[in-house]
């Protein structure tokens, strides 16, 4: 959602590049188009004022020290990444938990925010951070909302509390109540409260979530907003804000195609920090908040550490230190762990949101490539690789005319799609020879859907020029990426 903001920074730090010695007349142009970027983001009138003008007053400030630098633009490039930190709230916040019983968490928003669905994310989050989490179907208005939740409970394997069918009957209040008490007879850690929302603001929406929050005093109040809103979900933020209270901000639908307003205004509006984001449809697509990822994201530089984290989730352990032993002893990389590799990736999601968090993910000519990437193209390779016996995965030196053509018809794959993974696995094979000697990858490294590597970094930060693209991760499963 934030490829038109991305996209406005990275041309102005180009400008900036270009100028070499930094004048006051630079800063104010460079603070002007700031201003016009973040007002055309759909990021709040008083918002941007505050922060161009502490982007200005500071730039101003350090400019003689600022012209020492050898790299000008640099420095006003770290200016404007340390406020975008603090306007996203500064150190990211977590769950306070109780010290003792049940940590109750409320969940409150408008109908359609996303809110049930979240709800099961959430639990599914925490479950797996060894908490034992209870789900309250508390949502009693909105037609088959406790069903809903009945399915996410399932799903997940988290018990749920749902004594009432909902569709307008039945105690909201008594029922969050009772949950409560459930919850310390079958000692649950952790309980969360779904409850119901409406179109748009009203009293009795209010006041039920006033009665419910009275009646169980929640640890946290985690208010639910669409960042697809813009300009409404600050005006729904301080309605819920001054009626019910809230601790903190959950941003929902970040992988749409919104403006960024709503995330980069949130903060400063209400006071309150954003704690969780969700970011697609799957019970996966769910993480803490991070400000300077976050920050980085919008400023151009991908999130590595989000990557990062996501392939240590998707790939267990044991294969990860079997597969960097293997690397490093100079062991040949076969199919076999190549399908390993893939069935990780598809637990991380779809390529396409994998490779916008690599740097210089929005630039035009990136982005472009990524766009045509084929994310069903996991499942046509894993069909592929299927199809072989295990020694034609451990040696696929083995595979002739009539063992390709059966593997095309065992996957349900042209010769020419066999033909084309085992040419790039090959080349994926010599890349990481070239790795263990300290060569690097070569550039142009083919990728799923027909996208290579760039052969240069695209902006990594003002004050460096192009250079080779900088390689950090599992060795093998960076070669399996690049020999599907």
Same mark, same amino acid.
């Given at each position: 959602?934030?490829?038109?903001?991305?996209?406005?920074?990275?041309?102005?730090?180009?400008?900036?590049?270009?100028?070499?010695?930094?004048?006051? &007349?630079?800063?104010?142009?460079?603070?002007?188009?700031?201003?016009?970027?973040?007002?055309?983001?759909?990021?709040?009138?008083?918002?941007?004022e505050?922060?161009?003008?502490?982007?200005? =007053?500071?730039?101003?400030?350090?400019?003689?020290?600022?012209?020492?630098?050898?790299?000008? =633009?640099?420095?006003?490039? =770290?200016?404007?990444?340390? &406020?975008? *930190?603090?306007?996203?709230? !500064?150190?990211?916040?977590?769950?306070?938990?109780?010290?003792?019983?049940?940590t109750?968490?409320?969940?409150?928003?408008?109908?359609? $925010?996303?809110?049930?669905?979240?709800?099961?994310?959430?639990?599914?989050?925490?479950?797996?951070?060894?908490?034992?989490?209870?789900?309250?179907?508390?949502?009693?208005?909105? @037609?088959?909302?406790?069903?809903?939740?009945?399915?996410?409970?399932?799903?997940?394997? /988290?018990?749920?509390?749902?004594?009432?069918?909902?569709?307008?009957?039945?105690? @909201?209040?008594?029922?969050?109540?009772?949950?409560?008490?459930?919850?310390?007879?079958?000692?649950?850690?952790?309980?969360?409260?779904?409850?119901?929302?409406?179109?748009?603001?009203?009293?009795?929406?209010?006041?039920?979530?006033? $009665?419910?929050?009275?009646? *169980?005093?929640?640890?946290?109040?985690?208010? %639910? /907003?669409?960042?697809?809103?813009?300009?409404?979900?600050?005006?729904?933020?301080?309605?819920?804000?001054?009626?019910? !209270?809230?601790?903190?901000?959950?941003?929902?639908?970040?992988?749409?195609?919104?403006?960024?307003?709503?995330?980069?205004?949130? %903060?400063?509006?209400?006071?309150?920090?954003?704690?969780?984001?969700?970011?697609?449809?799957?019970?996966?697509?769910?993480?803490?908040?991070?400000?300077?990822?976050?920050?980085?994201?919008?400023?151009?530089?991908?999130?590595?550490a989000?990557?990062?984290?996501?392939?240590?989730?998707?790939?267990?352990?044991?294969?990860?230190?079997?597969? &960097?032993?293997?690397? %490093?002893? !100079?062991?040949?990389?076969?199919? &076999?762990?190549?399908?390993?590799?893939?069935?990780?990736?598809?637990?991380?999601? $779809?390529?396409?949101?994998?490779?916008?968090?690599?740097?210089? #993910?929005?630039?035009?000519?990136?982005?472009?490539?990524?766009?045509?990437?084929?994310?069903n193209?996991?499942?046509?390779?894993?069909?592929?690789?299927q199809?072989?016996?295990?020694?034609?995965?451990?040696?696929?030196?083995?595979?002739?005319?009539?063992?390709r #053509?059966?593997?095309?018809?065992?996957?349900?794959?042209?010769?020419?799609?066999?033909?084309?993974? /085992?040419?790039?696995?090959?080349?994926?094979?010599?890349?990481?020879?070239q790795?263990?000697?300290?060569?690097?990858? @070569?550039?142009?490294?083919a990728?799923?859907?027909g996208?290579?590597?760039?052969?240069?970094?695209?902006?990594?930060?003002?004050?460096?020029? @192009?250079?080779?693209?900088?390689? =950090?991760?599992?060795?093998?499963?960076?070669?399996?990426?690049?020999?599907?």
């Open positions: 959602m934030f490829d038109s903001l991305s996209s406005k920074f990275s041309d102005l730090f180009g400008t900036l590049r270009r100028k070499g010695r930094i004048t006051p &007349e630079d800063i104010e142009s460079t603070c002007q188009e700031l201003h016009i970027a973040l007002l055309e983001a759909d990021v709040a009138l008083s918002v941007t505050g922060f161009v003008e502490k982007i200005r =007053s500071r730039s101003l400030e350090r400019l003689p020290e600022i012209r020492q630098s050898t790299n000008q =633009s640099e420095e006003i490039y =770290s200016i404007i990444n340390q &406020e975008l *930190i603090a306007i996203l709230g !500064g150190q990211g916040r977590r769950i306070r938990y109780a010290k003792s019983g049940p109750i968490i409320m969940l409150a928003g408008l109908q359609g $925010s996303g809110k049930t669905t979240l709800a099961g994310k959430l639990a599914r989050f925490l479950k797996e951070d060894g908490n034992t989490p209870l789900l309250v179907a508390a949502d009693l208005q909105r @037609p088959n909302a406790v069903t809903q939740l009945q399915v996410l409970a399932e799903s997940i394997s /988290v018990p749920i509390f749902a004594p009432e069918a909902g569709n307008g009957i039945g105690d @909201p209040v008594k029922v969050a109540k009772s949950a409560i008490i459930y919850a310390r007879e079958k000692v649950h850690n952790v309980v969360i409260v779904d409850t119901a929302g409406r179109l748009g603001i009203d009293s009795e929406l209010m006041q039920q979530a006033s $009665s419910i929050r009275d009646a *169980i005093n929640p640890h946290e109040i985690l208010f %639910v /907003v669409d960042a697809m809103m813009g300009q409404d979900a600050l005006t729904t933020s301080l309605a819920f804000l001054e009626g019910v !209270g809230f601790d903190g901000v959950v941003l929902t639908k970040l992988d749409g195609d919104a403006k960024a307003g709503a995330a980069l205004s949130i %903060v400063e509006v209400t006071g309150k920090p954003i704690l969780f984001t969700s970011s697609g449809e799957k019970l996966t697509d769910f993480d803490y908040f991070y400000p300077e990822r976050m920050a980085s994201r919008i400023l151009g530089l991908g999130d590595i989000t990557l990062a984290e996501q392939a240590k989730r998707a790939l267990d352990g044991d294969s990860a230190k079997r597969l &960097e032993e293997k690397f %490093v002893s !100079g062991q040949d990389f076969t199919l &076999e762990d190549f399908l390993e590799q893939l069935g990780a990736m598809k637990k991380m999601g $779809s390529m396409t949101k994998l490779l916008g968090m690599l740097p210089g #993910a929005n630039s035009a000519a990136m982005k472009k490539q990524i766009d045509s990437i084929d994310d193209e996991l499942v046509r390779t894993q069909a592929i690789v199809s072989m016996t295990p020694g034609e995965r451990r040696d696929p030196k083995i595979l002739n005319g009539s063992r #053509a059966r593997i095309a018809l065992g996957s349900g794959r042209s010769v020419t799609e066999v033909n084309s993974l /085992v040419d790039r696995f090959s080349a994926a094979q010599k890349a990481m020879k790795m263990r000697s300290g060569g690097g990858l @070569p550039a142009g490294m990728l799923p859907g996208m290579s590597l760039p052969t240069a970094t695209p902006m990594s930060s003002p004050k460096s020029a @192009p250079k080779k693209k900088s390689r =950090s991760g599992n060795p093998a499963k960076r070669a399996a990426q690049e020999g599907r």
